[in-house]
């Protein structure tokens, strides 16, 4: 596994794996432990996930040394703001039977998040979060919080994969010192990516799946990627990225497949904020 660097020294998985969509406890449970058991050491997660508590068991049962693990959890909208963010960051890590955090990200670029930013600095100065960062946070909104902040984000966690490649974000993040980190880097399935002509022909020459070609092409681009799957056949697949290298010409080849935009969420449209605003995950 190679890792990267974060702005404030901490080194985090290039890969791990993530657990959205995966509500069950049982399947969620077994999935981690899988996935552990295969050589991930980074678990993503999220209170709107609705499966800390699954992962959190898997993390017990594993039996992998906890400095080992590194494990990220994520505060809702519902529960924006100084206090709340507070309170919720006290029942994730309850959910998680964890004593701390290696990242805490704020999903979504709604509610009060400038409050939750500075619940976050203040749990991060006190030693219970090792980083801290925000997820789907667009452009305009990243440089906002980072010129206001006085913890700049470490982590920018948002839709990454060859048909959304977002050139223009990424060159923010690095302009901030914000690490890139890709959710749906297989992109959910879709744009028939498991059987693309450009990837699979890509992946004929160092004999990879059109999927390895598409993780392997952000990772080379220094984005942390967190694929999923409950299957452990995949999961092998996912992680076997590590022993080839694209080229230039397969690099460009691939840039040509970004569409410039988004087909799963479009976090700058009002319907999008209000949608999930209205996402409640709790009383």
């Known amino acids: 596994m190679e890792f990267v660097t974060l702005s404030n020294g901490v080194k985090m998985p290039l890969e791990g794996f993530g657990v959205f969509q995966v509500p069950e406890a049982d399947v969620c449970e077994k999935a981690v432990l899988d996935a552990i058991e295969t050589g991930y050491r980074l678990v993503d997660t999220a209170a709107a996930y609705f499966n800390e508590e699954a992962v959190g068991s898997a993390i017990k049962k594993c039996g992998v040394p906890r400095e080992e693990l590194f494990i990220t959890t994520k505060l809702w909208i519902q529960d924006a703001g100084y206090e ?40 991060y100065n006190e030693g219970k979060i090792r980083a801290i960062g925000v997820c789907n946070f667009y452009p305009e909104r990243l440089a906002d919080l980072c010129v206001n902040a006085k913890v700049v984000p470490m982590v920018n966690q948002v839709e990454l994969h060859p048909f959304f490649a977002q050139g223009d974000a990424l060159e923010n993040m690095k302009n901030f010192g914000v690490q890139p980190e890709a959710w749906g880097p297989l992109a959910e399935g879709k744009h028939g990516i498991f059987t693309h002509p450009v990837l699979t022909e890509i992946g004929k020459k160092y004999d990879k799946t059109a999927a390895q070609v598409a993780l392997r092409w952000n990772a080379q681009r220094g984005v942390v990627i967190i694929p999923k799957s409950t299957h452990i056949e995949r999961m092998k697949e996912n992680l076997n990225i590590w022993d080839f290298k694209l080229t230039d010409e397969e690099i460009s080849a691939i840039a040509k497949l970004d569409l410039g935009h988004s087909e799963i969420v479009d976090h700058s449209s009002p319907e999008t904020a209000k949608w999930l605003n209205g996402w409640k995950i709790h009383d």
């Open 84 to 123: 709340n963010a507070k309170k919720a960051f006290e029942t994730s890590l309850k959910k998680l039977g964890l004593d701390y955090l290696d990242l805490y990200l704020i999903h979504q670029p709604f509610g009060d998040y400038y409050g939750s930013w500075r619940a976050m600095e203040e749990l």
